[in-house]
């Protein structure tokens, strides 16, 4: 069973930085997918960045990108996102979510709904942790 455990969130005010931490369990992040979400409520659940571990490949959504950094942790089995320069529309809560994919297919995991729309699914997700951000 797979358990995904989030942690690093709170408030700040614009142009703040948080780094936020994602632990899996019951989970190989070896070869395989790790991507951050976040939902506001009354809003769909939208990619923020994925991580695949086999070669690294990364990806971010346009609102983030170049602000934002995703990134492995090796010691805890999981992801860190590095948020800076963050505004007030970063408010959210954010969730860590894995999917698992064929070894070496890395479309698997930008294609993986909720990210893309393809076969595959990020299935299991983490309890959240909000981010909120001051103006």
């Known amino acids: 069973q797979v358990q995904l455990v989030e942690s690093g969130g709170g408030s700040v005010q614009a142009g703040g930085s948080l780094r936020l931490s994602c632990t899996a369990s019951?989970?190989?992040?070896?070869?395989?997918?790790m991507g951050w979400f976040r939902q506001v409520p009354g809003k769909e659940r939208e990619g923020v960045a994925i991580?695949?571990?086999?070669?690294?490949?990364?990806r971010y959504a346009d609102s983030v990108r170049g602000r934002f950094t995703i990134s492995e942790d090796n010691a805890n089995n999981g992801v860190h996102l590095q948020m800076n320069n963050l505004t007030p529309e970063d408010t959210a809560m954010y969730y860590c979510?894995?999917?698992?994919?064929?070894?070496?297919?890395?479309?698997?995991?930008?294609?993986?709904?909720?990210w893309g729309n393809g076969a595959y699914i990020y299935a299991d997700w983490g309890q959240g942790t909000q981010v909120t951000v001051s103006s």
């Open positions: 019951g989970y190989s992040l070896n070869d395989n997918c």
């Open positions: 979510a894995t999917v698992n994919v064929r070894p070496g297919h890395w479309l698997d995991c930008i294609t993986a709904r909720p």
């Open positions: 991580l695949y571990t086999g070669g690294g490949h990364t």
